[in-house]
């Protein structure tokens, strides 16, 4: 993530802060268990049927700080 802000810094010279703003991505699999973890993902990339039982809330809110830390 580091190697893209830093292309896009470079190429852009000044970012604007409308490119500041993070964003992430999640899959939620609704009917259906989630695909095994060793398909090299996160697990708060992955919302399945049993986690779709917790508040959608709380899978963005982990999703958001996870991301965050990565910023």
């Given at each position: ?6 292309s ?6 000044h970012?604007?802060e409308f ?9 939620i ?6 695909p ?29 700080q996870?991301?965050a830390?990565?910023?």
């Open positions: 993530m580091h190697e893209v802000r830093k896009l810094e470079e190429r852009l010279g970012v604007p490119y500041r703003v993070p964003f992430g991505h999640v899959v699999f609704t009917d259906v268990e989630a095994p973890p060793e398909i090299a993902t996160e697990p708060w990339e992955v919302i399945d049927c049993e986690g779709l039982k917790t508040a959608i809330s709380v899978h963005l809110l982990r999703g958001c996870t991301t830390c990565q910023a």
